[in-house]
């Protein structure tokens, strides 16, 4: 089955940017989610497809992807001038490359300092 | 308003069984693939089972031939029931949405709505 790896851990600067990335042979074919989940609650899809947010979702947050291109496997999701409320674990996930199957990263733990 | 409300979990001993139910509201769920998606104390989350909307279902190689995923229609509410139950099961399991996008030339599924958890605990 496909793996998708992220960074345990990242941390930014109040204010300041921070770009979380996701790496993985099937986001050639699937465009990565991006998850975000604060401690005691479910988690929050904050990023989706090419780089639509939910509403409700700051536009702070924002996402590539290079999907559909057989150069690049990688996602990313950067937050842009990073807020106190925006510490937490972010998780990415893709649909697995046989396709019926899901999968998640193991998750980065973002900290705002 | 969309909603998912899992129960259901509890505190089972290893080899034992439990079923977990996850109400829908807002939504038909046999329009929707739906997932049960897991995490263990402490760890990241972990997709454990699939059912799409014309009822095939699929199931992560950590559960498969134990796990059972379910709908009743008319109830508009999913299952899981869970048998030979292993330490390693414990987790707050989560039901989510699916929802599918056409991007360009690749798609996107995105679990766009969960529940809010339930909690199974394997042990003696």
């Known amino acids: 089955s496909s793996e998708l790896t992220q960074d345990p851990a990242l941390s930014v600067a109040l204010g300041q940017t921070v770009r979380i990335t996701c790496q993985g042979d099937?986001?050639?074919?699937?465009?990565a989610n991006w998850y975000q989940q604060k401690p005691g609650q479910a988690p929050v899809l904050v990023i989706y497809?090419?780089?639509?947010?939910?509403?409700?979702i700051p536009d702070r947050f924002s996402g590539s992807s290079s999907a559909g291109s057989s150069s690049g496997n990688t996602a990313s999701l950067t937050i842009t001038g990073a807020q106190a409320e925006d510490e937490a674990d972010y998780y990415c996930?893709?649909?697995?490359?046989?396709?019926?199957?899901?999968?998640f990263g193991a998750g980065t733990k973002v900290t705002v300092l | 308003e969309v909603q998912l409300v899992e129960s259901g979990g509890g505190l089972v001993q290893p080899g034992g069984s439990l079923g977990l139910s996850c109400a829908a509201s807002?939504?038909?769920?046999?329009?929707?693939?739906m997932s049960w998606v897991r995490q263990a104390p402490g760890k990241g989350l972990e997709w454990v089972s699939v059912?799409?909307?014309?009822?095939?279902?699929y199931y992560a190689d950590s559960v498969k031939g134990r796990f059972t995923f379910s709908r009743d229609n008319s109830k508009n509410t999913l299952y899981l029931q869970m048998n030979s139950l292993r330490a390693e099961d414990t987790a707050v399991y989560y039901c989510a949405r699916e929802t599918s996008l056409s991007v360009d030339t690749a798609m996107a599924y995105y679990f766009d709505y969960w529940g809010q958890g339930t909690l199974v605990t394997v042990s003696s």
């Open positions: 996930n893709s649909r697995d490359s046989n396709g019926k199957h899901y999968v």
């Open positions: 497809g090419k780089n639509k947010r939910p509403s409700g």
């Open positions: 099937n986001l050639r074919g699937y465009y």
């Open positions: 807002g939504f038909t769920v046999s329009s929707n693939h």
């Open positions: 059912i799409y909307s014309g009822g095939d279902t």
